[in-house]
């Protein structure tokens, strides 16, 4: 239910050679089609039969009328005669929605026995396809083709992919990220240019005092305090000391929960999509104050959807709400990760991914246990609850985007989570992954790419769906998995900075 005020337009292309019974035969084909498509059970998003196209005028109209209507997040266009592609130009000028070319058929196999002239000039995606490819190819208009027939569960799975990722885009057009604070002082990878990120990946970056948060802080009530620390020993696995009121740990509990209740509130007034925080801005001790990093309150706020980013990570608060929105519905979670330790052991040498709080619960393979620990780190050191599991093991994707200067590179890595050993003296959430295609490349291979040590990660996703969000923004994509050389991927990486810097001349 999480896509259903979103709608994929799905015009076919024709033109008027054929005859009024062609026409006809177009609609009604096009109409089943859409139908089958709808009923398969296999897309998220519903879609929606625009008619056919015969004309320039009529192209141009109904791409215009796509760009306009807030529920369209994505254009499929398909052949079913041949449409002479000039009469395209002009839409595919107009289309600032994200477009897939499906080429298809409306039969599956060659009517043998009865196929005439009539069915020839009837049904002419083979080539009608290829014109309309021709013209995307020459005006470099960015779109995914998918190949296959309609009722085919591969066909109907690449469609449902890139839908997922129309939505999450849609979703970043309007998305907000507020940071409290400001970025960690003097981290260069997760700084970038806020007004080529609004330009180019849609979301607004603004900045909030944290005496503005702590106004809210201040009018939290009591009572939604008491019956939100309720709703957490529901929620969790927790010692039992902790519901004891007199203790020191109840009272850090209470107070993560009052900065849970004041960050909702705030998110919530400033229609905010995500947010980052800083451990050394968390309010002034002679007035409201966070006693520690609200880490157990980004832990949740992240589950519900939230994009969240540590140390002022704007890039990836909004990465990670994209990597939510794509992913509902999808069974096995995501999560906001760091670069935490390595563990060298051969073939299973791996990455240990934590942070010092923030990990998306999602991703838990048992019941979270809610705990109160000491955190040495930030302007204030103190007792401070979080949740702690471990994560789900089996394959994912994390992904992450670095601003390069004169453009953003969004960097893709297949990774393996594996079992982990218990973390006794370390109480905070984790994951423990091998990057493939090995340790050794995998990392090597971030490295030269310049990729952060925080990413956003998923069980869900592919690398299909990274390829579809960077052909929509438009941006570059490297990708590291099981066919990742270092030699090639350093070519790549050569290949790609004169491409964009070319890409700019050729558009
Ligand atoms: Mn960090």
Redesign the pocket.
């Known amino acids: 239910m999480a896509f259903e005020n979103f709608e994929i337009w799905f015009v076919t292309g024709a033109q008027l050679l054929y005859g009024g019974d062609a026409v006809v035969a177009v609609d009604a084909h096009s109409n089943e089609m859409v139908k089958g498509l709808n009923e398969s059970g296999k897309l998220p998003v519903k879609v929606v039969y625009k008619g056919t196209v015969n004309s320039s005028k009529e192209i141009t109209e109904a791409f215009k009328a796509a760009n306009n209507d807030a529920k369209c997040i994505g254009m499929i266009t398909w052949m079913h005669t041949f449409s002479p592609a000039k009469m395209w130009i002009h839409g595919l000028q107009e289309l600032k929605k994200p477009l897939l070319h499906l080429h298809t058929q409306f039969n599956k196999e060659i009517p043998w026995d009865t196929m005439d002239m009539d069915f020839m000039n009837l049904n002419q995606s083979a080539h009608g396809d290829r014109e309309f490819g021709h013209i995307c190819a020459r005006m470099r208009v960015r779109r995914k083709v998918v190949v296959g027939h309609w009722q085919d569960e591969e066909t109907q799975r690449k469609i449902g992919v890139w839908m997922r990722v129309c939505a999450a885009w849609a979703d970043a057009q309007d998305m907000l990220i507020i940071r409290f604070g400001d970025q960690m002082n003097n981290v260069a990878v997760t700084d970038g240019d806020k007004v080529t990120a609004e330009q180019v990946l849609g979301y607004h970056v603004d900045y909030c005092p944290v005496s503005e948060l702590m106004e809210y802080h201040r009018t939290v009530k009591e009572e939604e305090v008491n019956a939100l620390v309720k709703e957490y020993f529901k929620a969790y696995d927790h010692a039992a000391e902790l519901e004891n009121p007199q203790t020191e740990a109840y009272r850090v509990v209470w107070n993560a929960a009052k900065a849970e209740l004041a960050l909702r509130a705030i998110l919530k007034a400033k229609g905010a999509k995500g947010f980052t925080t800083n451990f050394d801005d968390l309010g002034q001790t002679d007035g409201s104050y966070f006693d520690q990093i609200p880490g157990l309150a980004s832990q949740r706020l992240m589950a519900e959807g939230y994009g969240f980013g540590?140390?002022g990570?704007w890039k990836s608060a909004a990465l990670y709400r994209t990597v939510w929105f794509m992913s509902q519905g999808l069974p096995t979670g995501c999560s906001f990760l760091?670069d935490y330790t390595l563990n060298f052991d051969g073939k299973n040498s791996a990455i240990l991914q934590a942070?010092?709080l923030e990990v998306c619960p999602l991703i838990a393979a048992q019941k979270p246990r809610l705990e109160v620990h000491f955190l040495g780190i930030g302007i204030r050191k103190s007792q401070t609850a979080r949740l702690v599991f471990t994560s789900k093991t089996g394959n994912g994707c994390t992904a992450t985007v670095v601003d390069m200067g004169n453009r953003f590179r969004l960097i893709v890595n297949d990774v393996k989570c594996i079992e982990p050993k218990p973390l006794p003296k370390l109480p905070v959430a984790s994951a423990l992954w091998i990057p493939q295609p090995n340790f050794e490349i995998g990392a090597g291979a971030w490295i030269l790419a310049g990729g952060t040590?925080?990413s956003c990660f998923s069980y869900d996703l592919t690398k299909e769906y990274w390829e579809d969000y960077a052909e929509i923004a438009g941006i570059e994509m490297v990708v590291i998995d099981e066919n990742t050389t270092i030699p090639d991927f350093k070519k790549e990486l050569r290949m790609n900075e004169v491409y964009y810097l070319l890409n700019k001349a050729l558009c």
């Open positions: 540590a140390e990570d760091e942070h010092m040590h925080h």
